[in-house]
C-alpha cells in the first residue's frame, strides 16, 4: 500500500556561487575529457569567449563525485555529508527554519 512520508531531518545548505566560494568539497573537474558533442561544443564556445575552458564543477559526496552547477544548493546532512540539490528542487522540497 503506497504510503506518504515526510522528511523529519534538519539539513544546513547554502546556495553554490563559485565566483563568490568554493567549499573544500567542491572541485572543478578540468582533468576530465569531455565525452559528448554538447560538452565538446561549450567547452569550445567558452574557450573562444573567455580563453578558458567551461568549469565542469563536482562536489565530493558519500557515493562518489557529483555534478553541481551554479544556483544549485549544497545540503550538508546530519552525519556531515554533502549532496548537491537543484534549485528547483530545493526550492519545492524544502523551506527554511527560524
Do not use: C
Request: charged content about 35%; aromatic content about 12%; hydrophobic content about 35%.
Amino acid at each position: 500500500m503506497l504510503k506518504e512520508y515526510r522528511k523529519t531531518a534538519t539539513i544546513k545548505a547554502e546556495q553554490f556561487n563559485p565566483d563568490e566560494y568554493v567549499p573544500e568539497y567542491v572541485f572543478n573537474n578540468l582533468e576530465r575529457v569531455p565525452w559528448t558533442t554538447s560538452e565538446k561544443l561549450e567547452n569550445m564556445l567558452s574557450i573562444l569567449k573567455t580563453g578558458e575552458p567551461k568549469p565542469d564543477w563536482r562536489i565530493k559526496t558519500i557515493e562518489g563525485d557529483m555534478k553541481i552547477n551554479p544556483g544549485d544548493w549544497i545540503a550538508t546532512g546530519v552525519n556531515g555529508e554533502h549532496w548537491a540539490i537543484a534549485d528547483e528542487i530545493f526550492k519545492k522540497t524544502y523551506e527554511e527554519v527560524e
